[in-house]
């Protein structure tokens, strides 16, 4: 694989990993504003808005997914660093590849049953609001495709690196 070929992956992965953190970012802040509209509802206007808890839960699920989808790209996801730092070079990558391997694997749970779940709770309403709940669940297939991706890639430019290099591959 020639080296503009990885750097064109690299590119590209990096703008949909930037992509994904700035619409989680972007909803982090809107639930910010909608919690502190229901606490400044609730406790100086007297009456709070029914419909914010449901919607800031659901979008708490979407920003905790899509962001751990985005920690898979860029190796900031929970990992046995002090072990793994210890181990020789080689053993080193080895261990990196299964564990991309690994989250990858487990990302092909999240896409199917997640799938299945959206689905099924499709024709279920909120009870709050007058939207399908499986949008809720939908974001469970989303970050498990963009996980897949983030990781097999992940894995496969590492090996690629390990085979024609000696230097150390994307982390």
């Not at 860029?74 to 990992?79: A, K, V």
């Not at 002090?82 to 990558?93: A, C, G, M, N, Y």
């Not at 974001?139 to 990781?151: H, Q, T």
């Not at 430019?157 to 982390?171: D, M, R, Y």
Request: net charge positive; hydrophobic share 55%; with cysteine.
């Amino acid at each position: 694989m020639g080296e503009r070929v990885k750097q064109t992956v690299q590119m590209w992965m990096d703008r949909i990993e930037r992509g994904v953190t700035f619409f989680t970012a972007i909803c982090m802040g809107i639930l910010s504003v909608l919690v502190s509209w229901q606490v400044f509802a609730r406790y100086v206007l007297r009456a709070s808005p029914y419909w914010v808890e449901e919607i800031v839960v659901t979008g708490m699920m979407w920003v905790g997914l899509l962001g751990a989808a985005a920690c898979v790209w860029t190796g900031s996801h929970m990992s046995l660093e002090l072990v793994v730092k210890r181990l020789p070079e080689r053993f080193k990558i080895l261990v990196e590849i299964i564990v991309d391997l690994g989250i990858g694997a487990f990302a092909v749970f999240l896409l199917t049953q997640g799938w299945v779940l959206a689905e099924t709770t499709m024709s279920s309403q909120m009870s709050t609001v007058p939207v399908p709940l499986g949008y809720t669940y939908i974001v469970i297939p989303i970050a498990g495709g963009f996980m897949i991706l983030f990781a097999f890639l992940r894995a496969f430019l590492k090996i690629v690196n390990s085979t024609t290099q000696k230097g150390e591959p994307h982390a």
